[in-house]
């Protein structure tokens, strides 16, 4: 199913203007400068995984989705993320609520020369950046220069955009997100808000804490507590039943190597265990534990 935040007003716009849509043969040059690989989303799915200074290029006739990444506290939906959004000649910058998980820019490479000041770069590196709707607009001008946080570039159809994620080199401050199962009013948590090795990672009512905030991503992925350096740990010997903590973060520490699956599991890479929801019981306190990996299993569901 594709969640992408997709524009309402644009896709009635594909039916109205096929003859504008068959002359754009839009290019894309998608760059990660972040310190650490990114998943690359378009229209809610994953094109790309970059690694820091790899370079995607794209070319597609439509322009009707937006472009992110999960990464840093981003979601699989966009939800949570800055993203970067075309129509035609126009382009965007979004951050839900003043929120981003990643500093943005887009420019057009080799713009046409116009005298009233488009075609100039649209750019975000953090929460207070101007350059940005905090929600996405109702809909695009399909002709005519606009202000920012809506840009313009043109007249020319095939114009290349470069899309770079991190032009700073460096994520901003974000804050995490919660780990829900199947109720929105639990989170998954670390008792006590004690951050140490070994304690015991639960169930408990949601509270906004930092105890309660986590970055994950779709793929393999670590499941961090946002600000600190402790992971999602399985132990030495994860089987049915071994109950879950945290634990220093280590890379390809297989007790902390996890992959976040499409039907909303978490599971421990090759090793055919998941996270589990122990008996169903979603009583606070309720330490979580690692299970065989099992299809339509309700207790291995996990939202963010």
């Known amino acids: 199913m594709n969640t992408s935040p997709l524009l309402p007003s644009i896709i009635i716009g594909l039916l109205f203007f096929p003859s504008i849509l068959a002359q754009i043969n839009r290019q894309y040059v998608v760059s990660n400068l972040c310190p650490s690989p990114i998943n690359i989303f378009l229209a809610g799915e994953v094109v790309a995984n970059l690694n820091h200074g790899d370079r995607l290029v794209q070319t597609d006739n439509v322009d009707a989705s937006y472009w992110y990444t999960d990464a840093n506290g981003g979601r699989y939906t966009g939800v949570g993320t800055t993203r970067a959004g075309f129509w035609l000649n126009n382009y965007e910058l979004v951050k839900d609520a003043g929120q981003i998980n990643t500093g943005m820019k887009v420019f057009p490479e080799n713009p046409p020369t116009l005298a009233n000041g488009t075609c100039a770069a649209a750019e975000c590196e953090n929460s207070n950046c101007t350059d940005a709707f905090i929600f996405p607009p109702p809909s695009f001008p399909l002709v005519g220069p606009n202000s920012p946080p809506l840009h313009f570039c043109g007249p020319a159809a095939n114009i290349t955009f470069d899309i770079q994620f991190c032009p700073t080199g460096v994520f901003p401050p974000n804050s995490g997100i919660e780990i829900h199962p199947l109720n929105t009013t639990k989170c998954v948590d670390v008792r006590g808000a004690q951050f140490a090795n070994g304690t015991p990672v639960q169930i ?79 009583t606070n306190g309720n330490q979580l534990q690692t299970w065989k990996c099992t299809d339509a299993d309700a207790n291995q569901v996990w939202d963010v």
Do not use: H
């Open 204 to 282: 408990y009512d949601c509270n906004g804490t930092n105890a309660q905030k986590w970055f994950v991503v779709r793929g393999s992925t670590k499941v961090q507590l946002a600000g600190t350096n402790f992971c999602l740990d399985a132990g030495s010997s994860p089987a049915n039943g071994v109950g879950l903590k945290i634990w220093q973060c280590f890379d390809n520490l297989p007790a902390q190597q996890w992959f976040f699956t499409n039907d909303s599991r978490i599971a421990l890479e090759n090793q055919g265990q998941c996270m589990d929801l122990t008996n169903g019981v979603q």
